[in-house]
């Protein structure tokens, strides 16, 4: 199918700020850019509105609903420094802020592509009898979180009740796609802390602000935990496809991820150092820390060991499969990142190299 006009909620966020000018590119169609805040938003093309509003406000939800032929959902508080230290915050971002979309969406059988995440299978991929899996599969893996007290699951929490309401309205006729990102990751990702705002962001911008500003690279708990990286354009690539595969992916839930690039922490850490060595001349070597999560985090936090997704359904129903290794990923990272922050950090500074020797 090709729409006539596409809503994208959280277009200025790291992955609307990419998904946008994909969706342009491949459709030619409008598109209904919503955010509170664009700067990660490049994307000039005429046929973007873009809209200054929050999610929750039921004007904007008349208006997505009404004149739109697809709404993408992409808003959310998804920093794990956030899920126990501001958790009713999260929660709300998550679930209570979006059930007046979904719930338009069905009223009126706007189809809804909306976005969750791999935090909702837990701890680690376990079958419904509750056996350990390689992967994480939509259709067989049990959804197990940790206790109430540790908060860290608040995010994962809220994704899964919204998926059931989802789900439950799809059951009466809301037509839907929801989608499991894994540790995606790209240009414009985050922030860094004291430049463009504060707290603690996701672990490449940790380790990106870490290396720029020649401090060394902290390891939750040692870095041991496995994460499967995919690149952002691998993941928008996918979108597109489901946007355009209505039927296909009516009432499916979807994997979207890369099981090659399955490594620890501590190994994308090494990675990103030698590459950001390569790429700025005398850059001084990499320093590497191991930190407690709970001092790093904040209490309430824990973490699950390993996060590989299983995507066959993705390549059967999208005719899809990720294409970039971390070694393809990571040159444009770190030279968006040296752009962007080393003559915020400390003036300016020798710029990234086109070639590598």
């Not at 109430?148 to 309401?165: H, N």
């Not at 500074?349 to 070639?355: F, L, N, V």
């Amino acid at each position: 199918m090709k729409p006539d006009r596409i809503a994208v909620l959280g277009a200025g966020g790291f992955l609307g700020s990419h998904l946008v000018p994909g969706l342009v590119e491949r459709f030619g169609c409008a598109i209904d850019a919503v955010d509170v805040d664009f700067d990660k938003l490049e994307c000039s093309d005429r046929r973007v509105r873009r809209i200054s509003a929050r999610v929750e406000e039921p004007a904007l939800v008349e208006e997505v609903t009404r004149g739109s032929s697809v709404v993408l959902s992409l808003t959310a508080l998804c920093n794990p420094a956030l899920y126990s230290r501001v958790p009713l915050d999260v929660i709300d971002a998550s679930f209570t802020h979006l059930l007046p979309l979904v719930r338009r969406c069905a009223e009126r059988r706007v189809r809804l592509i909306h976005f969750s995440t791999a935090e909702v299978y837990g701890r680690r991929a376990l079958d419904t009898d509750g056996a350990p899996m390689a992967e994480m599969n939509e259709d067989t893996s049990a959804l197990v979180l940790g206790p109430i007290a540790k908060q860290r699951w608040s995010y994962a929490c809220a994704k899964q009740l919204l998926e059931r309401v989802i789900w439950a309205h799809g059951e009466a006729g809301l037509p839907f796609t929801i989608i499991r990102p894994f540790n995606t990751i790209g240009a414009r990702m985050d922030y860094l802390p004291g430049i463009d705002g504060e707290g603690t962001p996701r672990v490449l911008a940790c380790f990106m602000g870490q290396l720029l500003r020649g401090e060394p690279l902290q390891l939750v708990d040692g870095g041991e935990q496995r994460r499967a990286f995919m690149a952002v354009e691998d993941l928008v690539d996918a979108l597109c496809r489901v946007v355009e595969r209505g039927s296909a992916c009516d009432r499916q839930i979807i994997n979207l991820g890369n099981p090659q690039n399955d490594m620890t922490i501590a190994e994308l850490g090494r990675a990103l150092a030698a590459e950001f060595s390569r790429r700025v001349p005398g850059a001084p070597p990499a320093r590497f820390e191991s930190v407690p999560a709970e001092r790093f985090y904040g209490p309430g936090y824990e973490d699950s060991s390993q996060r590989v997704p299983d995507v066959e359904k993705a390549r059967r129903l999208l005719g899809w499969k990720p294409l970039q290794s971390l070694s393809d990923m990571l040159p444009p990272i770190v030279d968006d990142y040296v752009k962007r922050y080393s003559p915020r950090i400390h003036g300016p500074a020798p710029g990234p190299q086109t070639s590598v020797a």
